[in-house]
């Protein structure tokens, strides 16, 4: 176990139920009353998945806009989870089509966002097999985007994000008639270009009925064993980057 909390941004459009999630799975708990999220919470809690203590700091943000990039808090808190979380849950209306679309956009800028910090702080290389697999995660967004979306063209062995990929509101398909058009066969091409452009899974829930929300704690659990490793080493080889600018600073500053 790690010191450092492990940090999971809930991201996505509006109205899609990323703040009913988190309180479902904090408080055990589901209001009625919508209320748009404006400002980004944090939520601290422990999850223990038998043999391992996670901390754990949640992020719920509100929609990120990028017609008001202009808004400083909006977009110091967009650049931290960006840069900054371990873990992405992408939540989206299972019943609305332009949701899903919205995460994809977002997985493109937090990638984008992650190629751009990595080549200006990280230099070292990393084994063939990662390179080769981070590198495919690329060529797969390049090929596999909308046409009217810029294109990630640049390779890099940082790449890739930590997500799962959540299709909340599965209870409103079969009860309302304007959402017919969802299918077995939607959900299941969903799941497969989730699988093939995010290398990630996808968990249908409901979280005004607390259904499937266990399958998504397990997989956080699973995703976390791996995130904590990585924060872990992180926290590392800061520790020993510290060390040797004291140790570099001793010996400089002697005249």
């Given at each position: 176990?790690c010191?450092?909390?492990?940090?999971i941004a809930?991201?996505?459009?509006?109205?899609?139920?990323?703040?009913?999630?988190?309180?479902?799975?904090?408080?055990?708990d589901?209001?009625?009353?919508?209320?748009?999220?404006?400002?980004a919470?944090?939520h601290?809690?422990?999850?223990?998945n038998g043999?391992?203590?996670?901390?754990?700091?949640i992020?719920?943000?509100?929609?990120f806009?990028d017609?008001?990039?202009t808004?400083?808090?909006?977009?110091?808190?967009?650049?931290?989870c960006?840069?900054?979380?371990h873990?992405?849950?992408?939540?989206?209306?299972?019943?609305?089509e332009e949701?899903?679309?919205?995460i994809k956009h977002?997985?493109r800028?937090?990638?984008?966002?992650?190629l751009?910090?990595t080549?200006?702080?990280?230099?070292?290389?990393h084994?063939?097999?990662h390179s080769h697999?981070q590198?495919?995660?690329?060529?797969?967004?390049?090929?596999?985007?909308?046409d009217d979306?810029?294109?990630?063209?640049?390779?890099?062995?940082?790449?890739?994000?930590?997500?799962?990929?959540?299709?909340?509101?599965?209870?409103?398909i079969?009860t309302?008639?304007?959402?017919?058009?969802?299918?077995l066969?939607?959900s299941?091409?969903?799941?497969q270009?989730?699988k093939k452009?995010?290398?990630?899974n996808?968990?249908q829930?409901?979280?005004?009925?607390?259904w499937h929300?266990?399958l998504l704690f397990?997989?956080?659990?699973?995703?976390l064993?791996?995130?904590?490793?990585?924060?872990a080493?992180?926290?590392a080889?800061?520790a020993?980057?510290?060390?040797h600018?004291q140790?570099?600073g001793?010996?400089?500053?002697?005249?």
């Amino acid at each position: 176990m790690c010191d450092q909390p492990i940090q999971i941004a809930v991201l996505g459009d509006k109205s899609v139920g990323k703040t009913a999630i988190i309180r479902q799975w904090l408080y055990n708990d589901f209001s009625t009353l919508y209320s748009e999220t404006n400002l980004a919470s944090y939520h601290f809690t422990s999850l223990f998945n038998g043999h391992r203590l996670f901390h754990i700091r949640i992020i719920d943000t509100p929609r990120f806009d990028d017609t008001n990039n202009t808004d400083p808090q909006q977009e110091w808190v967009r650049m931290y989870c960006f840069r900054r979380a371990h873990l992405f849950l992408l939540v989206f209306d299972i019943n609305r089509e332009e949701t899903f679309n919205y995460i994809k956009h977002i997985y493109r800028e937090i990638v984008r966002v992650r190629l751009g910090h990595t080549h200006h702080h990280h230099h070292h290389h990393h084994s063939h097999s990662h390179s080769h697999h981070q590198s495919q995660i690329l060529a797969d967004l390049t090929s596999g985007g909308d046409d009217d979306e810029p294109q990630i063209t640049t390779i890099s062995t940082k790449a890739y994000v930590p997500v799962i990929v959540v299709a909340n509101k599965v209870d409103l398909i079969s009860t309302d008639l304007r959402f017919s058009n969802i299918t077995l066969t939607n959900s299941r091409d969903i799941q497969q270009f989730v699988k093939k452009n995010f290398k990630a899974n996808t968990i249908q829930c409901s979280a005004k009925y607390h259904w499937h929300l266990v399958l998504l704690f397990k997989e956080v659990c699973r995703m976390l064993e791996t995130v904590e490793d990585t924060v872990a080493k992180q926290a590392a080889q800061q520790a020993r980057r510290r060390l040797h600018r004291q140790h570099h600073g001793k010996h400089c500053g002697v005249m």
